[in-house]
């Protein structure tokens, strides 16, 4: 008999946790985009050992949602600004961000030479806490 002892997120161990987090989600046909964090269970075997089994990950990234106006902000202001964000971020020690981009906007074609490579579509869902 087995039992539940706990349910544990905690911050990845290194790259080899990572890897290992990132093989189990592709094992369960999903993906963990810069994994940050790693979800365990660990169970009681009947012979009072325990097991602690990978059942989850969490990605973390800066997100950001940007208004420029259509009229004042001409390219080079948008290249400019997203520059001094993306500084910002990458001082503070993060080394990736997301940019959503709804297919309406005029920075959606541009993206690629911007430096953002696509990820895929979603939806976006917001709680408040």
Known sequence: MTTDKNLWLRPLSGPEEAEQLQAEAKADAHEIIFPRFVLT?????????????IIGGVGAWPVWQAWLHTKHCKPRDTIRALAQLEARVRNSGVPVCCLPCTKESP???????????????TGLFFKQL
């Open 41 to 53: 269970r660990t169970k009681v075997l009947a012979d009072g050992q325990e097991e602690a089994r």
């Open 107 to 121: 920075l959606r074609g541009v993206m690629d030479r911007l430096g953002y490579a696509y990820g895929w579509e």
